[in-house]
């Protein structure tokens, strides 16, 4: 009928007012009315009240409930807020998702935070611009999360600690004619931010440069906010702008989803039901063979991509026949991609959970961070179709249970190594936040003025998967690093999907879902008219051929998926049940083989660049035309190349110089290039006088 995860929340809320408690996962498992009725109640775990009263001189252990600390400790809190004890409203220990955030923030030190969100908002006016930010604090007045402070030092564990009174920074910038006004106000105001003063939301400021108007960056940190909550926070903004403030309702305090988040599951519950899913993992599902998940998102890049007209409506009748949602179709869909990238039949990835399921009453209106990264788990090699939507629809219901479990907890259940990450791919279905376009103000003077002009989210994960549901149409985004390729991700996710749903559409077969193609027909047209017109069995047009192939896929692919090796065959063989049947593929000749016509180096990069293939790969000699990747080499081993040319050149090669010149020859012009941009240019002094 059309209901999703955001209208669930409001069907939870109308009922508990109602005196009926139903199970969210119930909702997703037995979605109707009469199945409902007959599930069983949950408890909501208490929450205690905040005993801090107004006007406190002094805080005491036993005013927080929530948290224990000693006097000593309390005081070292009290001493960073401006106003003392009378202005802190409440002390409270993190929520499992922030523990995340303040991990990366601590091994930022200083540098680019991920997790630093922005918004560039353009003004016609100076008279816009000081309406805008007027309208921001009121709802940092309204929010305790937005008069939040996070504390770690000299504490037992993390706290957050309310203001009562916190006062938005505004910085005031000058920005240079000619230049790209966005990108130079984001540079300006930087990529880090303190968490240990509120609010943890900041405004940079500058009169546009080449015309009239006025810019400001808006800078929240995504410890104190989630996409949802950032829509919550603009959304207030807009009506208060508008006139309405009648229409907000009153604001809910965030330590009741703290609480909720840590006490209504305990970590035991979580650990039981993690270990049972991911006990006998020990190996992680890596796409590409990349394994960093901490870096600092600024790497990634992005790529869109909308499904063919009329494909949507088909999309959701089948969910719709099958008792599921899209969300369900798609996240089987990205399971068979990641296989496929990640060269496994049993797979894992994050999947981004709303995490106000179970947040109490009023949480789809609370402007805090409410999501979490939990895994699921899809044995591919194993699955029909049919059963894949049918075990990925019982498992997402299953973990709305456990939707505010730590990571650190489901990493500790399962057999892979601590410092080893359990995942690399994330996938997040989004839904809009489901409001009637009637409920929206009319615009007036005082918002027509002002307009949205770029907004940036990072990730730390090395692929990331989004599917934005407006409620008509579906649109893929796909952010990755290099040298992964957004584009050919985001077309094998398209036509994944296309393919399951055409399987899933059958009345008389149900597939493999290994056997769901993930490239479509024109790409393999295409590689098709690239091969060259040779004799069918001659030796040498199959070594062409296969040389074609690599080159093809090369262009393509990262190198970690570039094979060293190409077999020719007739057709696959395949088993009983359509499956790839492996063990009757012929064994391939892995034996690395340089060029026949070896041509030595001539120049000290060159020498420089054969010594490292050679050394890494356990050649003999390497030629100037030699190809790293076609030797055997892979993206591990690169790493190790680069390290190598670092010591004996002492210059930085980026991956992807190796990526694009992968011969020998074509690597040391490349760092021939490289010393040739980095000489330090010479620029006359100037004297005291000048």
């Not at 801090?52 to 224990?68: E, H, K, N, Q």
């Not at 499992?96 to 016609?124: K, N």
């Not at 993206?635 to 002492?650: F, G, T």
């Amino acid at each position: 009928m059309g209901g999703h995860s955001l209208l669930v929340v409001r069907l939870v809320e109308w009922l508990r007012r109602r005196g009926v408690s139903v199970p969210v996962r119930a909702f997703f498992q037995t979605p109707t009315p009469a199945a409902l009725a007959a599930t069983g109640g949950v408890e909501m775990f208490e929450v205690p009240a905040n005993l801090i009263p107004a006007g406190a001189s002094v805080i005491t252990p036993g005013m927080l409930p929530l948290v224990d600390l000693t006097q000593e400790q309390i005081d070292r809190v009290v001493a960073t807020v401006d106003g003392g004890a009378a202005n802190i409203a409440d002390i409270y220990p993190l929520a499992p998702l922030q523990e995340g955030i303040l991990f990366h923030h601590l091994l930022a030190d200083g540098g680019r935070d991920a997790y630093l969100m922005s918004i560039t908002v353009a003004f016609d006016t100076r008279a816009h611009l000081d309406r805008f930010v007027d309208a921001l604090q009121r709802v940092v007045n309204r929010h305790d999360v937005l008069r939040t402070a996070i504390l770690w030092q000299g504490l037992p564990e993390p706290v957050q600690v309310v203001w009562r009174q916190a006062t938005l920074s505004m910085t005031d910038t000058i920005l240079a004619a000619g230049d790209d006004p966005v990108a130079a106000l984001a540079a300006a105001a930087g990529h880090a931010m303190n968490l240990d003063r509120a609010p943890l939301l900041d405004i940079h400021t500058a009169a546009a440069p080449d015309g009239p108007g006025w810019l400001a960056l808006l800078r929240v940190h995504h410890i104190v906010q989630d996409h949802v909550a950032l829509d919550v926070l603009l959304g207030e903004v807009r009506t208060i702008l508008s006139g309405r403030d009648d229409l907000i309702a009153p604001p809910l305090p965030f330590r009741t989803f703290v609480a909720q988040a840590r006490n209504a599951v305990t970590e035991t519950e979580h650990e039981r039901y993690f270990a049972e899913l991911l006990g006998d993992v020990v190996e992680p599902t890596v796409p590409f063979g990349i394994h960093d998940v901490r870096g600092d998102g600024s790497q990634l890049t992005r790529h869109q991509l909308d499904f063919p007209s009329g494909f949507t409506d088909r999309l959701r009748e089948t969910a719709q026949t099958l008792g599921t949602s899209p969300a369900t179709l798609l996240h089987v869909a990205w399971a068979r991609v990641v296989a496929t990238v990640a060269r496994r039949d049993d797979v894992i990835f994050g999947t981004v959970l709303f995490g106000r399921m179970n947040a109490g009453s009023g949480s789809d209106r609370v402007p805090g961070p409410f999501i979490n990264t939990l895994p699921v788990r899809v044995r591919t090699g194993e699955l029909t179709v049919r059963a894949a939507v049918a075990a990925m629809r019982d498992q997402l219901a299953g973990l709305l249970e456990h939707e505010h479990a730590p990571l650190a907890v489901v990493q500790r259940a399962s057999g892979v190594a601590a410092e080893t990450p359990l995942f690399t791919a994330l996938f997040n279905y989004r839904h809009d936040n489901g409001a009637d376009p009637s409920d929206e103000p009319e615009p007036t003077p005082q918002t027509t003025g002002i307009r949205v002009l770029h907004a940036q989210e990072r990730s730390t994960f090395p692929v990331n998967a989004s599917v934005d549901d407006d409620g008509h149409d579906l649109t893929l985004t796909i952010d990755a690093i290099a040298p992964i390729d957004p584009y050919t991700v985001a077309a094998l996710l398209r036509t994944t999907t296309l393919n399951l749903v055409d399987a899933l559409g059958s009345t008389t077969n149900d597939p493999p879902l290994s056997a769901i193609d993930t490239v479509d027909e024109s790409e393999r047209h295409r590689l098709r008219l690239d091969w060259p017109d040779t004799p069918d069995g001659a030796a040498a047009a199959e070594a062409e051929v296969a040389e074609r192939v690599r080159q093809f896929v090369a262009h393509r692919l990262p190198s970690y998926m570039v094979p060293s090796t190409v077999v020719l065959l007739d057709a696959l063989p395949v088993t009983p049940n359509g499956k790839i049947d492996r063990r009757a593929l012929p064994v391939p000749d892995l034996a690395p083989t340089p060029t026949a016509s070896h041509r030595p180096p001539t120049s000290p990069a060159e020498e420089a660049v054969c010594t490292a293939f050679a050394e890494v790969l356990g050649l003999e000699r390497v030629g100037v035309d030699d190809d790293f990747f076609a030797l055997g080499g892979q993206s591990l081993l690169a790493v190790r190349v680069l390290a190598r040319i670092r010591a004996a050149l002492d210059i930085d090669v980026p991956l992807r110089a190796l990526l694009d010149a992968p011969t020998a020859a074509g690597l040391a012009r490349r760092i021939g290039q490289l010393r040739k941009t980095n000489r330090p240019t010479l620029r006359p002094m100037r004297s005291d006088k000048e």
